[in-house]
């Protein structure tokens, strides 16, 4: 039984470039969120979606990101034009729908390095 | 606003116990939560407490939850070297659509 899986597990980027960050939840979760981890700190929620529906994306930054989880695929979180202070681990978490957040399972995480 | 604040750093020997503290500030979270985090790894979740509950044992862990002071604590018993990790205490928002974590207390497990 596959967990979250996120591709790719490490990704460098120069600045300006565009990241693409993909997330496959645990088969039959419906839910998926996406957290961001600074170096030495904790995660920071970003975005919860659900299929072809964001339902909270207070933590996304105004500018340059966006996440989708369509009908089909992964979960995508796009990083437009990166910039050296968007290094950081990306992880996604997925949950059935019944539970929410209550019972997030986590990815491995993206570590993205912008140069 | 919600915070969740943790000591950043304990050290202790193979076989002590572990208390690792947290304190937040939504005393309207259903849950409160306990994640570990290995090197390159995502998090796991190690066990949860319900808002209603005082205390909650699971073989060699056990939460403590003082909600008149916004104290959640997570003990070790018998720590061994293989608990070595970061430790995240989380709450969830007020929406319930998202969990907040503390910076995580790093453990570290001497033989």
């Known amino acids: 039984n596959a967990g979250v899986m996120q591709n790719p597990r490490h990704l460098v980027r120069r600045r300006g470039q565009e990241a693409r960050l993909r997330c496959s939840p645990v088969?039959?979760?419906?839910?998926v969120y996406w957290y961001r981890q600074l170096p030495e700190e904790g995660l920071k929620f970003m975005v919860y979606?659900?299929?072809?529906?964001?339902?909270?994306e207070s933590g996304m930054p105004k500018e340059r990101f966006s996440a989708e989880f369509p009908k089909e695929g992964p979960s995508i979180l796009r990083i437009q034009q990166v910039v050296r202070g968007d290094s950081a681990a990306y992880f996604c978490?997925?949950?059935?729908?019944?539970?929410?957040?209550?019972?997030?399972?986590f990815g491995p995480g993206t570590r993205l390095t912008v140069t | 606003g919600e915070d969740v604040e943790q000591s950043l750093f304990l050290s202790v020997r193979e076989g002590d116990s572990s208390v690792i503290n947290c304190t937040y500030t939504?005393?309207?979270?259903?849950?409160l939560y306990w994640y570990k985090q290995e090197p390159g790894a995502g998090l796991q979740l190690l066990t949860y407490?319900?808002?209603?509950?005082d205390m909650k044992q699971d073989q060699r862990l056990t939460v403590l939850l003082n909600k008149k002071d916004k104290h959640l604590s997570l003990r070790i018993a018998d720590t061994q070297t293989g608990d070595s990790a970061i430790y995240f205490c989380?709450?969830?928002?007020?929406?319930?659509?998202?969990?907040?974590f503390g910076k995580g207390t790093t453990l570290s497990v001497s033989s």
């Open positions: 989380a709450e969830s928002t007020q929406a319930g659509t998202a969990l907040i």
């Open positions: 978490a997925s949950s059935p729908p019944a539970s929410g957040i209550y019972e997030q399972y």
């Open positions: 979606l659900q299929k072809e529906n964001i339902i909270d």
């Open positions: 088969k039959g979760h419906s839910h």
């Open positions: 407490i319900f808002s209603n509950m």
């Open positions: 939504d005393s309207s979270s259903t849950y």
